[in-house]
T-cell receptor, first 115, second 114 residues
Framework: GAGVSQTPSNKVTEKGKYVELRCDPI?????LYWYRQSLGQGPEFLIY????????DSGLPNDRFFAVRPEGSVSTLKIQRTERGDSAVYLC?????????????FGEGSRLTVL | AQSVTQLGSHVSVSEGALVLLRCNYS??????LFWYVQYPNQGLQLLLK??????LVKGINGFEAEFKKSETSFHLTKPSAHMSDAAEYFC????????????FGAGTRLFVKA
């Protein structure tokens, strides 16, 4: 597609439920990143993929968070047993290789609200 | 570990005045440095990028930033602010030697007064 697409744009769930957030990156971009942004804060790094593998998952806050990118394109961020503190905007970004490496193209985010 | 500090969570300037947004970084390896902008109700977009080619980097919309290794700074400037520049600006650092894990600062919100 033309840009990074994230679905859903808004998700309201109850504490303890399971949530999946999907990211469809720019076609041909090899790197994919997940960030979390709370109100008034900068994006907080969660995980990034090079191809199908997680190159760095050091930002995942705990084992309730998991992300996959099975075919090197679409990625899903999975959150188990959601807590109120998980409420935030979850941002996905993708990046090309070569001279444009490191330049992140962001989606508009998935706003998660845990009641 | 890399980190970014943005001095001033809010900056207010008059239209036509100089814009200066401050960023200091910490990195144990030569970094890539970025400025991103987030307009209201929009996603983040890249303003400019430093990759070691030239210390003064020009970006979109008249913005530029200067890499100063001795000061570990990468401040963003624009000679003359426009009302449309009102947005949140984020400085970011990436470890190019270890992949491109990118760490963002907390952001500076720019207000432009008429």
């Amino acid at each position: 597609g033309a840009g990074v697409s994230q679905t859903p744009s808004n998700k309201v769930t109850e504490k303890g439920k399971y949530v999946e957030l999907r990211c469809d990156p720019i076609s041909g971009h090899t790197a994919l990143y997940w960030y979390r942004q709370s109100l008034g804060q900068g994006p907080e790094f969660l995980i990034y993929f090079q191809g199908t593998g997680a190159a760095d998952d050091s930002g995942l806050p705990n084992d309730r968070f998991f992300a996959v990118r099975p075919e090197g394109s679409v990625s899903t961020l999975k959150i188990q047993r959601t807590e109120r503190g998980d409420s935030a905007v979850y941002l996905c970004a993708s990046s090309a290789s070569g001279r444009a490496a490191g330049e992140l193209f962001f989606g508009e985010g998935s706003r998660l609200t845990v009641l | 570990a890399q980190s970014v500090t943005q001095l001033g969570s809010h900056v207010s300037v008059s239209e036509g005045a100089l814009v200066l947004l401050r960023c200091n970084y910490s990195s144990s390896v030569p970094p890539y440095l970025f400025w991103y902008v987030q307009y209201p109700n929009q996603g983040l977009q890249l303003l400019l990028k430093y990759t070691s080619a030239a210390t003064l980097v020009k970006g979109i919309n008249g913005f530029e930033a200067e890499f100063k290794k001795s000061e570990t700074s990468f401040h963003l400037t624009k000679p003359s602010a426009h009302m449309s520049d009102a947005a949140e600006y984020f400085c970011a650092v990436s470890d190019r030697d270890g992949g491109f894990k990118t760490i963002f600062g907390a952001g500076t919100r720019l207000f432009v007064k008429a």
